[in-house]
Antibody, heavy 119, light 112 residues
């Protein structure tokens, strides 16, 4: 079975940094595009970033471009999201998901990790 | 303001049929990009419900169906059950920005 387990969330001060991880198992990680999606408290889903299977190409929503970096380690079956210059608007549950590349949908999701940006 | 527009809420009695609309534009649904639907039960992660407009992943009941026409799409749920009460999100791709996957704002389905 596909399993995605996020970690690294927590409380961080405005302007701070945090690195999220997503451990993948049950599928050939290196052949899948991967995506981060977030959900602010009481709000809807927002796509954050996507990385191609080989890691060469990365895409970001405008609101995080230049502050967040998506990366992956295919040898460790792991996905990462480095988040810098955090603001209160980044407070959300962050989900990692498998991304069906050219079809642009997310077929497996992790349980999410909560990031709270507050002083 | 979401790129894709959904009604905030819909409701129906057990056994009834409800539909949830998702309206886009010429840079996403109208540009022939597929529409996908997710179900989010209270306190849980989203789950893929319909992909590429009309397809159901294994395990999703055939009470759920999707359709697409022009710049809009719809999710239909027949034979409503209490456990269908959840948020439903449509999602597509928008060509106006590289790599942009986009979501609708979500629709809360209440089973009366």
């Amino acid at each position: 079975d596909v399993q995605l387990v996020e970690s690294g969330g927590g409380l961080v001060q405005p302007g701070g940094s945090l690195r999220l991880s997503c451990a993948a198992s049950g599928f050939t990680f290196s052949t899948y595009w991967m995506t981060w999606v977030r959900q602010a408290p009481g709000k809807g889903l927002e796509w954050v970033a996507t990385i191609k299977d080989g890691g060469s190409d990365k895409y970001y929503v405008d609101s995080v471009r230049g502050r967040f970096t998506i990366s992956r380690d295919n040898a460790k079956n792991s996905l990462y999201l480095q988040m810098n210059s955090l603001t209160a608007e980044d407070t959300a549950v962050y989900y990692c998901a498998t991304d069906r590349g050219g079809y642009y949908y997310f077929d497996n999701w992790g349980q999410g990790t909560l990031v709270t940006v507050s002083s | 303001q979401s790129v894709l527009t959904q009604p905030p809420s819909v409701s129906g009695a057990p056994g009834q049929r409800v539909t949830i609309s998702c309206t886009g534009s010429s840079s996403n649904i109208g540009a022939y990009y597929s529409v996908h639907w997710y179900q989010q039960l209270p306190g849980t992660a989203p789950k893929l419900l319909i992909y590429t407009n009309t397809n159901r992943p294994s395990g999703v009941p055939d009470r759920f169906s999707g359709s697409k026409s022009g710049s809009s799409a719809s999710l239909a749920i027949t034979g409503l059950q209490a456990e269908d009460e959840a948020y439903y999100y449509c999602q597509s791709y928008d060509s106006s920005l590289s790599g942009s996957r986009v979501f609708g704002g979500g629709t809360k389905l209440t089973v009366l």
